[in-house]
Every structure is written in C-alpha cells, then in structure tokens.
C-alpha cells in the first residue's frame, strides 16, 4: 500500500530565508506524486506534480521539488519564503491503477515569520 | 479559470439526520471524487466515480454513504444516518483525464459539524 510521510507538522521560516518541507513517500510501483497547498478557507491547489519526466519539477509561486527514488524523497522547497506563502502544504502519492486515487501526508503548517 | 464549487461551506447537523453535500466539478471533467479530513488528521479518500458508477471506495465509504450525479453538473455525497465521528471537512475534486499523474482539482470543502 501506498502512504506519505510528511515530517514536520508545523515549519517555521524567516521572510527571505529558505523553505523545505520534507515529503517521504512509500510505494510498490512508480510513483506519481504531488504537493498542493491550501490556504485559509480554501481548497487544495496543486503546486506541482512529478509524472516520471524530469526529477526537478518546477511549480508556482517559485516553488520546487525533486524527486529522488533512492531516498524515496519529494522535499518542496523555495528559495526565499514570502509572507503570502503562509499556508498548510499536503504531499500526495498516486499510482496508475484503479481510479487513481490520491493518498495524502498529514500537511505541514508553513508560518512565516516578517 | 473554472473552479470546483461545493455547497453549503458550513453544515451543522443532529446526529442520525441525514445530510447531502453538493458539488458542481469543472465543465468538461469525467472523473469526480469525494476525500474527507478529519480535524487534525490526514485528506483521507472516499469514493471516485465515473460514468455513473463508483470506480473505488474506501473501507470508510460504507452503506451510510452513497454518491450521485443527478444531472449533469452536480455531484452528491450523502450520508444517511450522520454520526459524531462524521465531522470533517469534505472535498469534492474533479479530473478530465484518467490516470494516476492527472491533475485533481478541489474544491473549498463543506465543513460538516454533527452534534
């Protein structure tokens, strides 16, 4: 069974300084994975997904993730964290089978300190 | 851009009352699911559906809950007899293409409160 590891419920960064949040994932085959992030009263927006092309993946808002299967690994960072990216940001897994449903870690709160 | 939209964002229930939470996915999606969070817990997936038929529940998709497509915008989660442990926050997400690397997209959630 697929499952995601997100470590680190609550993150906090200094406006400018670097974000990472880590993301381990758990899968028997490849897999598809995803970060989205919510912000307050909102809904879960994708910020990047990687589909087994590059293992660099770029998304919004200057956001990144690499994808490295030998640490089974998906970290989300961004260079110099902006108060606007205060927000909760959830990993996910997916496979290719079935209705590919989505599996989620437990979200990582980001503040972001001014 | 077009947006998953759900209704009611708030629903505060009794328990063993019955509850329908709408959601209207993206215009040209064929895929629709349900995931709930239970506060402080994981997104945790409910149902897909596709061409009027559930593709796959979860252990937690038992008989109190059924899904729908009444017509051709809506998609309905109904939970028949709500219990305490129902409280969470449910989304309702869409997808045009089948797939595990497709995009889902989400909607705001309906915060359902059962007393």
């Known amino acids: 069974a697929q499952s995601v590891t997100q470590l680190g419920s609550h993150v906090s960064v200094s406006e400018g300084a670097l974000v990472l949040l880590r993301c381990n994932y758990s899968?028997?085959?490849?897999?598809?994975l995803f970060w989205y992030v919510q912000y307050p009263n909102q809904g879960l927006q994708l910020l990047l997904k990687y589909t087994s092309a590059a293992t660099l993946v770029k998304g919004i808002n200057g956001f990144e993730a690499e994808f490295k299967k030998s640490e089974t690994s998906f970290h989300l960072t961004k260079p110099s964290a902006h108060m606007s990216d205060a927000a909760e940001y959830f990993c996910?897994?997916?496979?290719?089978?079935?209705?590919?449903?989505?599996?989620f870690g437990q979200g990582t709160r980001l503040t972001i300190n001014p | 851009e077009p947006e998953v939209t759900q209704t009611p964002s708030h629903q505060v229930t009794q328990m063993g009352q019955e509850v329908i939470l709408r959601c209207v996915p993206i215009s040209n999606h064929l895929y629709f699911y349900w995931y709930r969070q239970i506060l402080g817990q994981k997104v945790e997936f409910l149902v897909s559906?596709?061409?009027?038929?559930?593709?796959?529940k979860s252990e937690i998709f038992d008989d109190q809950f059924s899904v729908e497509r009444p017509d051709g915008s809506n998609f309905t989660l109904k939970i028949r007899s709500t219990k305490l442990e129902d409280s969470a926050m449910y989304f309702c997400?869409?997808?045009?293409?089948?797939?595990?690397?497709?995009?889902?997209?989400f909607g705001p959630g309906t915060r359902l409160l059962v007393l």
């Open positions: 997400a869409s997808s045009d293409q089948r797939g595990g690397s497709e995009t889902q997209y």
């Open positions: 899968s028997s085959v490849p897999p598809y």
């Open positions: 559906f596709y061409n009027n038929e559930i593709s796959e």
């Open positions: 996910a897994v997916s496979d290719n089978k079935g209705a590919q449903k989505l599996v």
